[in-house]
């Protein structure tokens, strides 16, 4: 089945590590994105890539980085410089197409806890 | 993109029509309203969008206004399942190929037996 997937789907970590959060699609997609999302509230995004080899920041990139070497992978890093990490995080992709739908499909989500 | 707003919560008795609202004023002309919900702690989900017709799907209801100033998305019997976090979006499907895509706090909806 074509879809998002994220792992792990919880994630402990000591303060001052850093830690890459899993983001894969077989949905063959050229954007993908990364939100952040804090209890009650809704989501921010960090990065997004519309594009192998090329990504921008979003609204919240501080203490964050990514990569995207392959068309099916969006890894996100948590640097040890982000000051609240512990959070809800969300991957999603999407075509880019001309077509209007273009809707967002996200994964399951990865739940971070740093100690 | 254009903001919306929302109610923070709403109850819909189980088998009723939920109409959830959402107000989004300073939307314009190639801006479409799309609803996603997010059952609690998964990913939101898309539903349906919509440019100013009233469109509707196998899983809702979504009426626009004839101002495009707001717009009710209607799940005509609402089960248990139902319950989650309802967000309302405004966007242009392909604004130059990134699809900045805000979410607000939505409006949660609680189905009750």
């Known amino acids: 089945d074509g879809g998002i997937t994220q792992s792990p789907k919880y994630l402990f970590r000591k303060e001052g590590q850093n830690v890459t959060l899993s983001c894969e699609q077989n949905l063959n997609h050229d954007a993908m994105y990364w939100y952040r999302q804090d209890p009650g509230q809704g989501l921010r995004l960090i990065y997004y890539?519309?594009?192998?080899?090329?990504?921008q920041k979003g609204d919240i990139a501080e203490g964050y980085s990514v990569s995207r070497e392959k068309k099916e992978s969006f890894p996100l890093t948590v640097t040890s410089a982000q000051k609240n990490p512990t959070a809800f995080y969300l991957c999603?992709?999407?075509?880019?197409?001309?077509?209007?739908?273009?809707?967002?499909?996200f994964g399951p989500g990865t739940r971070l806890t740093v100690l | 993109d254009a903001k919306t707003t929302q109610p923070p919560s709403m109850d819909c008795a189980e088998g009723r029509a939920a109409n959830l609202p959402c107000n989004h004023s300073?939307?314009?002309?190639?801006?479409?309203v799309y609803w996603y919900r997010q059952i609690h702690s998964q990913g939101p989900q898309y539903i349906i969008h919509?440019?100013?017709n009233n469109e509707t799907n196998e899983m809702a209801s979504l009426i626009i206004t004839e101002d495009r100033k707001s717009s009710t998305l209607i799940l005509p019997h609402a089960t248990l399942r139902d319950t989650a976090v309802y967000y309302c979006i405004v966007r242009v499907p392909n604004s130059g190929g990134y699809q900045k895509v805000t979410f607000g706090t939505g409006t949660k909806l609680q189905v009750i037996p």
């Open positions: 999603a992709s999407s075509t880019i197409s001309g077509r209007a739908r273009n809707e967002q499909f």
């Open positions: 890539s519309q594009i192998v080899n090329d990504f």
């Open positions: 919509g440019l100013k």
């Open positions: 300073t939307i314009s002309g190639n801006e479409y």
